[in-house]
């Protein structure tokens, strides 16, 4: 592609030592830049894109996307945006030739749910006789039953997105993508250009405040998936099943908030438990084999008999059937899928029979509240719920002091111990944590910084009629430290400690 044809649209501020050179691919990262590619200078947190141009034209780029003037070879062109971090998207989109709107798109957005939504949706489109791909946090995969392929985020960089969903629809020809979308993705553009068919909301609570600040700054980047409905809105005439679709979670605290960024025309849908809306569900029970619940849609009650457990998994199932119906698929399909699906890695994961030992990725205040509900309502009454968790490095540290008290109010003991401390000083995390604790006691309280042995230690601390939870890291099967990542799964910890007691 041409230089001209690709920034024909763009918005951009000036054009310095133009030549109409041949684009043959986006980078970002000097050190993976190839010869013909489009050099997008993306200021970081800690380094600055500008100050590798340099390296990326010595590699063979054959442009600049720059946010100022760089001091190269005057042979090299530069474009010149207000953001490159938001104008990546639209040079990607207009490389790939805008796939997605070739494409039926399902976004999924909120702070915890978004895995389990978006492959309770996948199953549902197979069950229909439908092909889906799916774009998530353990990467993308073309089927179900498929492999994982890496995405180095939940949502991946503008580049890597477009160029996977123009893969997904002309190599594999797949017409269904289902995609996490992530707050930073929105709020960086990552998703730009893309046109979304559906949005669904799953919740919205305390997480990346780090990044956001706060919650109304959070609730703006979760809002925008919403408002870009309205770029998928049909031409007249087009049927209704054209329409784009928002999915809202009705006893979410912010789902009228969300429900007033919808843009006129857009078919709303919404689902809970608690508030009145389009699907609900009642009578629900849970038990060592999974939930179960009455279905009410405005057609009718229906039985619903899940493998999967907890209060968060009758949420995810009600997002799924309500996306369901609003695509069009019957009803009796989508229940068919939903209640053979045993469940998704790392949630609510049980990788141990005795004790009963689940791993979970819980790892906000919301979440870690919602999987310790969950697994009070099978621990037995002669048994203990145990608790082995720790909070990220470098990540917004408001949220440990609420887990610690969330963890010492819901379970019988609790063990504090690392997640992923990156830069920081683990014990320093953990301090926080044990900031909101009430009490100290060790008969209830354990802290063990290295997170191997904290696990190790549940032998001891754990008997047969017990559960426990691991939670923060869930289908990870690394752990950052600050000086390096090593391999670390808790699923495979746990199973070395019991055993002969393993699933």
């Known amino acids: 592609m041409k230089l001209d044809e690709l920034i024909e649209h763009l918005d951009y501020k000036d054009l310095i030592n133009f030549r109409n050179v041949e684009i043959t691919g986006i980078s970002y990262n000097s050190r993976t830049t190839k010869k013909g590619d489009i050099f997008v200078c993306l200021p970081g947190e800690y380094t600055d894109g500008h100050e590798f141009a340099k390296n990326a034209i010595e590699k063979g780029a054959a442009a600049l996307l720059v946010e100022r003037k760089v001091d ?17 998207a639209d040079v990607a989109d207009r490389f790939y030739s805008s796939p997605s709107k070739g494409l039926n798109l399902i976004g999924v957005t909120g702070t915890n749910g978004k895995t389990t939504v978006t492959h309770l949706i996948q199953k549902i489109f197979e069950q229909s006789g439908q092909k889906c791909a799916l774009i998530g946090t353990l990467g993308y995969k073309l089927s179900s039953g498929g492999e994982y392929r890496d995405a180095k985020h939940t949502t991946p960089q503008a580049p890597e997105l477009q160029a996977t969903l123009r893969m997904i629809k002309d190599v594999e020809k797949i017409d269904n993508v289902v995609m996490e979308v992530s707050s930073h993705a929105l709020e960086q553009n990552r998703v730009g250009g893309c046109k979304f068919d559906g949005a669904i909301l799953t919740n919205l609570t305390q997480d990346h405040l780090d990044y956001h600040i706060t919650m109304d700054n959070y609730f703006e980047a979760k809002a925008l998936l919403f408002k870009g409905l309205a770029e998928s809105m049909p031409l007249e005439g087009d049927e209704i099943s054209k329409v784009p679709f928002a999915v809202i979670n009705a006893d979410d605290n912010y789902a009228d908030r969300f429900l007033g960024v919808v843009p006129k025309g857009v078919r709303t849908f919404t689902y809970g438990v608690k508030k009145s809306a389009d699907v609900m569900a009642k009578n629900i029970n849970f038990s060592l084999n999974g939930a179960e619940f009455t279905l009410v849609t405005k057609d009718g009650e229906y039985p619903v008999n899940l493998h999967m457990n907890g209060m968060f998994s009758v949420y995810n199932v009600l997002a799924a059937v309500t996306a369901s119906l609003a695509i069009g698929i019957d009803l009796s399909v989508a229940l068919k899928a939903l209640e053979n699906v045993k469940g998704v890695a790392g949630r609510f994961e049980v990788v141990v029979k005795k004790p009963l030992v689940i791993v979970d990725y819980a790892h906000t205040p919301d979440g870690l509240e919602n999987v310790l509900n969950s697994a009070r309502e099978i621990t037995p009454k002669e048994g203990k719920l145990i608790c082995l968790f720790g909070c990220g490095g470098d990540r917004d540290a408001t949220k440990r002091p609420k887990m610690g008290a969330i963890a010492e109010k819901i379970a019988d003991k609790i063990v504090i111990t690392s997640d992923n401390p990156r830069s920081e000083d683990p014990q320093t ?23 191997g042995h904290a696990i190790a230690l549940l032998k001891n601390i754990a008997g047969n009629n017990d559960v ?36």
């Open 72 to 88: 190269v070879d005057k042979k090299i062109p530069q474009v010149v945006v207000c953001s490159a971090r938001h104008k990546i």
């Open 468 to 503: 426990v939870v691991i939670a923060g890291k869930g289908h990870e099967d690394y752990q950052i430290l600050k000086d390096r990542t090593i391999h670390f799964d808790d699923r495979e910890e746990a199973r070395k400690v019991f055993e002969g007691s393993v699933i």
């Open 429 to 451: 995390i953990i301090t926080d944590i044990i900031a909101g604790l009430k009490s100290t006691n060790p008969d209830k309280v354990t802290v063990e910084p290295d997170r």
